[in-house]
């Protein structure tokens, strides 16, 4: 069984930075499609961005320009760099490992909270 667990959220002022951490049991996060997600009160959950097996990414717009994902491989840990947050930022954040269509494991979430 895949475990994932997310680290880094709190609370951080408008235009502030936070690093979102996830580590991964196991050495998926080379050959995972591997994501980060959020879910703010009332609204569904969404992909924020995305890195593939090969290393393409891929972000929603809203976090385009200001938000990264990367991964580092030896240390089976992905990591999303938030710049810029915006109180619409507010969410849970999430992440995921997928590998086809049988294989999609979550974390369980870290609260990143973007307020003055």
């Known amino acids: 069984q895949v475990q994932l667990v997310e680290s880094g959220g709190g609370l951080v002022q408008p235009g502030g930075s936070l690093r979102l951490s996830c580590a991964a049991s196991g050495s998926i996060v080379s050959m995972y499609t591997m994501g980060w997600y959020r879910q703010a009160p009332g609204k569904q959950r969404e992909l924020v961005a995305a890195?593939?097996?090969?290393?393409?990414?891929n972000y929603a717009d809203s976090v385009k320009g200001r938000f990264t994902i990367s991964r580092d491989n030896a240390k089976n840990t992905v990591y999303l760099q938030m710049n810029s947050l915006k109180p619409e930022d507010t969410a849970v954040y999430y992440c995921?490992?997928?590998?086809?269509?049988?294989?999609?494991?979550w974390g369980q979430g870290t609260q990143v909270t973007v307020s003055s």
């Open positions: 995921n490992a997928a590998c086809g269509m049988s294989r999609n494991y």
């Open positions: 890195i593939s097996s090969g290393g393409a990414t």
